[in-house]
């Protein structure tokens, strides 16, 4: 999946600046998905999937893993269609970053998220796992898939 800025941030063909964790959000109505990773590793895993209806208990599952977890930036997966053309979630997504930008004053870098909530499914239909199984886990791997793009492409 390439990478893509779509936001006035640093340019994606440079490392980042800074060392340590990074947490990707793979942002849903339903469910965030969230993943983490190291920048010195560049591995992205799954973490959790955040399951609340209010934003208020969102952003505090959020807060509670940015206090835990410390992360010196965070990347948010914004869906387009596949032509690249922006819809009504890709909005939302654009809202959701400015938002954790404003709340937790940590950097946020927008990257395309096309197909990969698919290839989470795909991954983990493969390793067994029924539908049930996947609904609970799908957005936390395509966080991770979000995030390990965002590694691949600023090695």
Not at 28 to 34: E, F, N, P
Not at 47 to 64: H, K, P, Q, T, Y
Not at 86 to 103: D, I, P, S, Y
Request: contains cysteine; proline residues 5%; glycine residues 6%.
């Amino acid at each position: 999946m390439p990478f893509l800025m779509v936001s006035p941030l640093p340019s994606p063909s440079t490392s980042p600046a800074e060392n340590g964790i990074v947490l990707a959000f793979d942002f849903g109505l339903k469910r965030i998905g969230v993943a983490v990773g190291e920048t010195l590793l560049r591995r992205a895993n799954a973490l959790v999937a955040i399951e609340a209806e209010s934003n208020d208990a969102r952003f505090a599952a959020i807060e509670r893993l940015i206090a835990e977890w410390q992360p010196v930036r965070l990347v948010v997966g914004l869906p387009l269609s596949l032509d690249g053309a922006e819809h009504k979630m890709t909005a939302r997504c654009r809202r959701f970053a400015n938002q954790l930008r404003g709340r937790f004053g940590l950097p946020v870098t927008l990257t395309d998220e096309r197909l990969t909530s698919a290839a989470a499914d795909a991954e983990l239909r493969e390793a067994g796992l029924d539908w049930k199984a996947r609904k609970g886990r799908v957005d936390a791997v395509a966080a991770q898939h979000i995030l390990q793009d965002y590694f691949d492409a600023v090695a």
